[in-house]
């Protein structure tokens, strides 16, 4: 991208931002932690959970999608802000099933991490959907449980653009929109456990499980028990 | 991919065919699939695949697009398919009297193939045919006005092997093309005004648009003061300055006839009346922003007129005011009310799931395969070729300050006289529905179920978009009807028609309809009315698109107007238990365990 950097501000914060930037970028580089979930480094941005939602002039935009611009004013990490995110992830929660004491993924989980980090600590209003959807165990190396899916679309683009092999994709529509492989199941797709798609930093929740890894980092010393999720972005700043 | 080969070869020659026939074009997979759909019934394993490796895809991302789409199927279809419109309007119309007759004829429920696969019987939201209700597609042919004594009639002749056309309307067979549009639908146009229903000449708004600069039309119908009739009154011209504005090899004009918002059915009247007139609007866009690539997206439910559309486009290039550098495709939808939002729209066109697309980039600086595109409603169109006809000024005098001209209304529902009116803008709803003979109306939905539900104490507010915004949807409910009923109905049709690509409106739409249900079964209690409205902020606020946007409208729209109905049904929590909790199912599986009677919470021990 060339053109001038311009400054823009995140709840009170200057920010400085290239020309094509989106907001999240340009908040990362300036070490202020948007939440996300479906969005990761890397990858091409999907804006579909929707909890990066922020306002921007007074209106609500995904910060993952939006283009900075020069004078935005950015509403970021404001209580009202992190309710509606609180809202979405325990949306997330009830629509699948996530038992966290019997996961591989907890501690590790940016799902479970992102609920420590809204303090979602108070009985959840809404209703459980209880998905009762079959385990691709069929893959030698590689475990996929759906149940626990967030649709962030991680492992599709992963695969797609990274792997250039396209093992992902969405099938249905609304509610019964799920992740689906490229074959009958698991075992009849070209994945390799050795692909992007199915290294732990892709899938954010316990859905791609490598089948030799179970329980070998013991709960306790995992990834977000030292520090909430965004600190490393956080530490950055200034 | 290891499991493709060998599958029936000989079979797959008809598939490859089909591809072959769209130039084995990826993005034109809307087409390949509902070919197939139309030759083998479904959509199978081995389908997916042949289309995959004729277009060059994955296998997933064929069944990602053949599984979003309502007139896809990915198991055996009848040979007949009936999809009976389940809208509120059309339950109050007795439905149900009419899906018992075909249930009872044919053998099967709705949702089910009969064993013999003869035929499918299913639900469909709107298929634009709320003036003439219940209504039903038999294949794409279209029945309305069903009664129980009728469908026994078309069920038995299906059965007899009687075509659909034939079984509908005796002599359909011998009708030519156009007869054929207008022996299916009544156009019910109740009201004809000055722009669009009364007479009009062909091709004038062209001739003058031909003797002006591309720049000077489009100052015209900005000048015009002309606004969207899709829903979301975008200025016209603004919208073509910035497409034409930007730089690009290849423009595109569509034409939105998705017309998918329950309720609206003008479009439809449009087409079959004045299809010529929308044709020259799109070719006057066309010279507006320079395009040379035109495309009607026309939803599926639609398809009775494809072959209608099709000879006046034909008749228009033999006219040579078609396919002089400018023409026009059809693409036809596939049951998706998501694909009349335009970035949907525009991956559908693509061939792609209806999704709609990130904004910014907007379609008029990156549509269509990239490229800047102009979407527009059909009415939208025929208003421009009118305005460069009579000029700028005449339209702009009609109507009121900020929305000028007439509008289309498709009023339905509890009136005398359904149908379509063209009335300029900033009429009361209470003459409106005065002219409809519904004088006695309890409630309004204006704009669909995505618009406003209003009660007798607004019927002095006016259609515009300084007030009451509307595509055209006038819904009039009576005294009889049940709010709630409505509501629970409006909020199953976004949860059906939601593309799940956004956590809010595919999560929070189901939780939202499940909270309404709480309410109907009499188990809410005052926090639940705060939960709606905290749950309806947080989809509005968070959602990707229109669609999520104002899905919880329904909702938001009946607390507003008819508070009393929710709070007739709430009850206060008794001892801080939860009206939610039933005891009585919580302990029954205990019952079943003990083989007893519980001693607290059953006191008649006799039974
Ligand atoms: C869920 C959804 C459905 C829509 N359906 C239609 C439709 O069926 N027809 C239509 O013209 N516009 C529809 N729109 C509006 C279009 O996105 C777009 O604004 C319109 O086609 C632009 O044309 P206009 O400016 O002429 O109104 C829909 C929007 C949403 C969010
Ligand atoms: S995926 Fe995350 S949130 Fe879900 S059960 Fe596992 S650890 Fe818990
Ligand atoms: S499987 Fe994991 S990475 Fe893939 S969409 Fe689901 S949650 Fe995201
Ligand atoms: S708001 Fe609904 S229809 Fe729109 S993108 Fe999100 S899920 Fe899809
Ligand atoms: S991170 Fe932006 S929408 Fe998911
Ligand atoms: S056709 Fe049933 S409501 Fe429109």
Redesign the interface.
Known sequence: MTGESFVFHIDGVAVTAKPGQTIMEAADAAGIYIPRLCDVEGLRHQGGCRVCTVKADGRSVSACTQPAAPDLKVENDTPARNRVRRDLVEMLFHEGNHLCPICEKSGNCELQAMAYRLEMTVATRFPYLEPCRELDASHPDIALDTNRCISCGRCIRASQDVDGKGVFGYVGRGIHRRVAVNGADLAHTDAAVTDHAMSAAVCPVGCIIRKDEGFRVPIGSRHFDHGLIGHEIEEKRE | ???TAGVGAAQDLEIAEICARFGNDRHRMLDILLDVQEARRWIS?ASMDAIAAAVGL????V??VA???SFLSLAPKGRVTIRLCDDIVDRFAGLDAVVAAFAEELGIAPGETSADGAFSLEYTPCIGMCDQVPAAMINEVVAVRLTKARAREIAQRLKAGIAPGEAVLPGFAELGVQERVRAQVENNIRQAGEVLLGPVMQDRGLQAAMAMEPGAIIDAVEASGLRGCGGAGFTTGRKWRFAAGTQADRRIVICNADEGEPGTFKDRVMLTERADLVFEGMTIAARAVGALEGIVYLRGEYRYLLDHLHAVLEERRARGVLGQGFDIRIQLGAG?YVCGEEGALISSCEGL?GEPK?R?PFPVTRGYLGFPTVVNNVETFAHVARLLDQGPGWFHAMGTERSHGTKLFSVSGDCERPGVYELPYGQKVRDLLALAGAEHAAAVQVGGPSGTMIGRDSFDRCLSFDDLATGGAIIVFSSQRNILEIVDYYMSFF??????????C???N??LK?AIEKFRKGQASDEDIT?LK??S??II????CGLGMTSPNPVLSSLENFPLVYAALTRPSKDGVKATFDIQSAIDGARGIAKRRSYIFDKDFSK
Do not use: Q
Request: charged letters at 20%; hydrophobic letters at 25%.
């Open positions: 991919m290891i499991e394993p994955t296998r997933i991302a069944e990602g599984s979003f789409y998706a799931p990130t910014p949860v059906h028609e939601s593309c799940g690509y956004c956590t809010p595919r999560v929070g189901v939780f499940k939960y905290e749950l902020g947080t606020e968070t959602s990707r």
